[in-house]
């Protein structure tokens, strides 16, 4: 059996080196039983809904909106990727649609998967990373015109915290049945992947939590 070469998007859920969103809990993960003590180890997890990688759903933003345990799996798994170069970005400008994204208008449609690649994951867990590139909300509105669902990025959020425009994007994204990934990482590795023949997939695996406005995912990338 031919062996696939598997890109992990995803970053270590490790409590010494995270990137939090103001305000959001923590991330912990502590030892309640232990091989010496107990004869087997257990840890307590604890952690937010939007902690480290993850998706955001309808419900974080939208009233009675789709939850993430409602999400139908076809959306994210097993999908076409198309990975945006958008390194050249300076900190805290923003991401357009004449300037940035209308000259990949023809490779978005419904069912592909948008990876917007800032290169921010390189500044995970150091103040720099708060400082990123951020969508502009008629932007994100251009991209939903071309049937593109879910939108993924390598940054806390496709929104500027404390901007002009609020919580703009989230709204517009979510508010038409749309998915955000926030968080992403090695999107280089994926970028350069899609310059090889066949096409570029991804996988985006939610927890199926009950009720919920997101969930920590499990990002993944190969080619077909
Ligand atoms: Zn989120």
């Not at 840890?43 to 009675?64: E, K, Q, Y």
């Not at 798994?77 to 050249?88: C, E, I, Q, S, W």
């Not at 509105?141 to 500027?160: A, C, H, N, R, W």
Request: hydrophobic share 40%; aromatic share 8%.
């Amino acid at each position: 059996m031919e062996s696939l070469s598997i890109i992990d998007l995803t970053h270590t859920l490790d409590p010494d080196k995270m990137s939090i969103y103001p305000g959001d809990p923590l991330l912990a993960c502590c030892p309640v039983t232990t091989i010496p003590q107990d004869g087997y180890a257990v840890n307590s997890l604890s952690l937010g809904t939007h902690t480290g990688t993850h998706i955001d759903a309808p419900s974080h933003f939208i009233a009675n909106g789709t939850t993430i345990d409602q999400i139908a799996l076809d959306m994210l798994v097993a999908r076409p990727a198309l990975v945006v170069d958008l390194t050249y970005k300076k900190p805290e400008t923003k991401i357009s649609w004449d300037s940035d994204l209308a000259k990949y208008k023809e490779r978005m449609k419904e069912g592909v998967i948008l990876l917007l690649y800032t290169g921010w994951s390189a500044y995970w867990a150091t103040p720099a990373y708060m400082d990123y590139p951020y969508l502009d909300k008629h932007a994100a509105e251009q991209i939903l015109l071309t049937g593109v669902k879910v939108i993924g990025l390598d940054t806390l959020s496709p929104d500027q915290i404390d901007g002009d425009e609020g919580y703009g994007v989230h709204e517009v994204i979510l508010g038409t049945g749309g998915l955000i990934v926030e968080n992403l990482t090695n999107l280089k590795a994926l970028a350069e992947l899609q310059q090889e023949e066949g096409a570029t997939m991804v996988s985006i695996v939610p927890l199926t939590l009950k009720d919920c406005d997101g969930s920590p995912v499990r990002a993944f990338g190969w080619k077909a």
